[in-house]
């Protein structure tokens, strides 16, 4: 019997040997994969999953795709690898939890770490990180003070100076959403069209280049999101378009400024399930919430989770409370109205 014992913990001894020989790819295949579709850019989650793998061995397999993930997914249906999905904006979370793609999870982990206004009450959608849609407005042609609140975008005063992305991308939609919610349809209406008459050209181009063309003289005032503003410091050609805006977080001093949120969920027909909540469970933890805020200056759910020190600069982000999912019901009509004021037009 002793015999026996002595002979299996020295063949485990071996194995192990050979494994650790063998190196980091096969001791991820002894304890599983966890397969993501992935609407949020590599830069930022792969380092993410490097850690993950580190920490616990599971190999993270990923499909990046920033269009017609969703579409992929309800085609594959029941035969679908997918473990975890992953979105970049809160408008395609909800289009996950509308395609049926996502399933509930109940997780004390997870709950802990995310504050009930960050995740579905059933589990079907978890926020990761907000950011702020705000104004980059010029410092050398926009008083400090002049322009304080999403409203004032529609003021007259400030004709022929906003510049815009399109109205159409989900940023924008989420955007207009939110006013229908605070001002009923007509009131935003006449708020859309106000903000249309006073672009400076034809929506184009994404938030950054919005911002190029205040720093170019083409506008004074632009709308973007708010972790760009980090995002352009740091890099060598956009610091100048950075260095010539101050930012304004819209209506700080009455309901709070817009946020949007990224976002995941347990794919409905996950294969590796427990594989994909501990990814999910280490995707809100500290490590990686970390990461997000400083790799990409976004504001981490996690509330033990700091942003980083350039977006704690900007001082504390005093959020719009409207629940996420309630603006998010709105984006329909939010597009019927960009549509109506011709806005991209
Ligand atoms: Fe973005």
């Excluded at 299996?8 to 599983?32: C, F, H, K, R, Y």
């Excluded at 969703?70 to 690898?81: A, F, I, K, V």
């Excluded at 977080?249 to 990224?262: E, I, L, W």
Aim: aromatic content about 6%.
């Amino acid at each position: 019997m002793r015999a026996i014992k002595v002979g299996v913990s020295a063949l485990l001894g071996i194995a192990a040997i050979a494994a650790a020989q063998m190196g980091a790819a096969t001791v991820a295949n002894a304890e599983g994969v966890v397969n993501v579709y992935s609407m949020r850019q590599p830069f930022l989650v792969e380092p993410i999953f490097e850690k993950f793998t580190k920490e616990t061995g599971i190999e993270v397999k990923t499909v990046f795709s920033k269009k017609g993930l969703l579409e992929r997914l309800e085609q594959e249906g029941e035969n679908s690898p997918a473990d975890v999905i992953m979105t970049s904006s809160f408008g395609d979370t909800m289009r996950t939890v509308e395609m049926e793609l996502t399933q509930p999870v109940e997780n004390d982990i997870l709950n802990a770490q995310i504050p009930a206004e960050f995740r579905a009450e059933d589990g079907r959608w978890f926020a990761l990180t907000t950011r702020a849609r705000i104004l980059y407005v010029s410092k050398d042609r926009v008083e400090p003070g002049a322009i304080s609140t999403y409203e004032d975008l529609a003021d007259p005063k400030w004709k022929g100076r906003i510049c815009t992305r399109s109205g159409t991308h989900p940023y924008n939609v989420q955007l207009v959403a939110s006013m229908i919610l605070h001002h009923g349809k007509d009131d935003a209406k006449a708020w859309l069209e106000g903000l249309k008459n006073n672009l400076a050209r034809k929506p184009q181009g994404n938030d950054r280049a919005q911002i190029k063309a205040v720093s170019e003289g083409e506008c004074d005032i632009a709308l973007g999101n708010s972790y760009y503003m980090g995002k352009m410091l740091a890099d060598e050609e956009q610091r100048v378009w950075a260095e010539s805006v101050n930012l304004v977080f819209p209506n700080a001093n009455d309901r709070g400024t817009h946020v949007n949120a990224s976002g995941m969920g347990l794919a409905k027909g996950s294969p590796n399930r427990e594989n994909a909540l501990k990814l999910m469970e280490f995707l809100a933890g500290k490590t990686a919430q970390g990461i997000y805020a400083e790799a990409n200056y976004e504001y981490p759910v996690h509330k033990d989770v700091a942003p980083s020190k350039l977006v704690q600069g900007w001082g504390a982000l005093k959020r719009d409370s409207l629940p996420l999912e309630k603006v998010a019901a709105n984006r329909n009509d939010a597009v019927k109205l960009v549509n109506e004021v011709g806005y991209n037009e």
